[in-house]
């Protein structure tokens, strides 16, 4: 079992930048895989990115170049969000293993003027 929290969304204007993390807890020592994704409204879940215990990592098309994704040893896995764009708007969602894995409760991000 792991459990997850997300925090640092927020309302952020065009071109500004937010960091999101995500604190796992409980049987990390078996995670392989942690990941963001976001769900915009009326539009499916899709993947940010994500990073293995190794340490490759993999960015979505529509983020490459912007966000940066990292992790520790201690169960914290960090989003740092630059340039943001109002497309990026969504919750997004900190995520162990995949869709058949542990999922966070979201948080909102807002790019907005």
């Known amino acids: 079992q792991v459990h997850l929290v997300e925090s640092g969304g927020g309302l952020v204007q065009p071109g500004g930048s937010l960091r999101l993390s995500c604190a796992a807890s409980g049987n990390i020592f078996s995670v392989h895989v942690m990941g963001w994704y976001r769900q915009a409204p009326g539009k499916q879940r899709e993947v940010v990115a994500y990073?293995?215990?190794?340490?490759?990592t993999y960015y979505g098309e529509s983020v490459k170049g912007r966000f940066t994704i990292s992790r520790d040893n201690a169960g914290m896995m960090y989003l740092q969000m630059n340039s943001l764009k109002p497309e990026d708007t969504a919750v997004y969602y900190c995520?162990?293993?995949?869709?058949?894995?542990?999922w966070g409760q979201g948080t909102q991000v807002t790019v907005s003027s």
């Open positions: 990073i293995t215990s190794g340490g490759p």
């Open positions: 995520n162990v293993d995949g869709a058949a894995g542990y």
